[in-house]
């Protein structure tokens, strides 16, 4: 059972991030007004983000910051045909997404590596000697996609609306892939609570 | 599954605090030599490399048979190779290093670009 404590972390961040989010409404409204100021702002508030979630889709640091910088000037750019500011969330993480694909099709090109499969990849249980899971471990060996889908769920706390938009899929999808993302994880973690006792 | 997703998000929380700690770090040596690694002009960089050892396994080579021949018109003979290789390994790396910082200026003008951008 979670602790109070992480209940009102959670419930801040969720806060936290509702506030973000109606702040980064006025802020495109006021860029797209031609306010300067206010279009750095917006920026400075979400290239970590995107940054993140780049470097969860590709996972490479070099990778990432390319294609954060290339998300970034194209919604410098294109913030003016944002015809609705609510939607900025799915509509810049939809142009990094886009990039991220770019540059995984450029790279399979490049390496000559082919990996149309989409399916979950094995998990192997943590090693019964450790005392504590360690779900980070567990999370870096899915699939950057699945990765990418949790983080926009549970970090930028997303719906699976806004989710399926960004990465071009059904919801019935987003909703699937989440609910394997979460079994093959409460598996992993029954298996070693189950070794370890 | 409430649990699970409280592990989720702490989990993730942690390896974005490690992600911006080294996201505001300036690119090392082997960052450099990394991103060399990738990218359009990769096949350049790899081609350097398999220049660069196969000179100087010949070097080593010719500095052997330096050392084997008693002959010293054959001595020199060897001796210019040696040379030759040494003059071909600091080409090499003049121009792997000229390649890295070409790339790392690239990303530096691009940052620019966007900083550009949003102030004009």
Redesign the interface.
């Known amino acids: 059972m979670p602790n109070q404590s992480e209940n009102r972390g959670h419930s801040r961040a969720r806060r936290q991030r509702e506030k973000e989010r109606a702040f980064s409404e006025w802020l495109v409204m006021r860029s797209q007004q031609g306010n300067r100021e206010a279009q750095n702002s917006l920026l400075e508030l979400w290239q970590q983000r995107f940054y993140l979630y780049a470097l969860r889709r590709l996972n490479s640091t070099e990778a990432a910051r390319d294609v954060t910088q290339d998300a970034l000037l194209s919604v410098c750019k294109n913030l003016g045909k944002l015809k609705d500011p609510v939607t900025f969330p799915s509509w810049s993480y939809r142009i990094v997404e886009r990039r991220c694909m770019d540059w995984m099709r450029k790279s399979i090109r490049e390496r000559d590596v082919i990996d149309t499969e989409k399916e979950i990849p094995d998990i192997a249980a943590p090693d019964s000697q450790t005392t504590e899971i360690n779900i980070g471990q567990i999370l870096g060996a899915l699939e950057p996609e699945i990765r990418s889908l949790l983080h926009l769920y549970y970090m930028d706390e997303l719906s699976v609306a806004e989710i399926a938009t960004i990465l071009d899929i059904p919801g019935g999808t987003v909703k699937s892939r989440l609910y394997y993302a979460r079994k093959v994880l409460a598996d992993v973690i029954d298996t070693t609570s189950g070794e370890q006792k | 599954?409430?649990?699970?997703?409280?592990?989720?998000?702490?989990?993730?929380?942690?390896?974005?605090e490690a992600?911006?700690a080294?996201?505001n770090e300036q690119a090392g040596l082997f960052?450099m030599i990394?991103?060399s690694l990738?990218?359009?002009q990769?096949w350049m960089t790899y081609y350097m490399w398999i220049l660069g050892f196969v000179t100087f396994i010949f070097g080593l080579y010719a500095l052997s048979r330096f050392f084997a021949s008693d002959d010293t018109a054959v001595q020199l003979a060897w001796m210019l190779a040696i040379n030759t290789c040494l003059a071909t390994i600091v080409v090499i790396k003049v121009l792997g290093w000229m390649q890295m910082t070409k790339l790392e200026t690239m990303?530096e003008i691009?940052?620019l670009?966007?900083r550009l951008?949003?102030?004009?």
């Open positions: 599954m409430s649990d699970i997703d409280d592990k989720i998000r702490q989990a993730l929380n942690k390896e974005d992600a911006i080294e996201l960052e990394g991103m990738h990218g359009k990769a990303r691009k940052r670009e966007m951008l949003s102030q004009d």
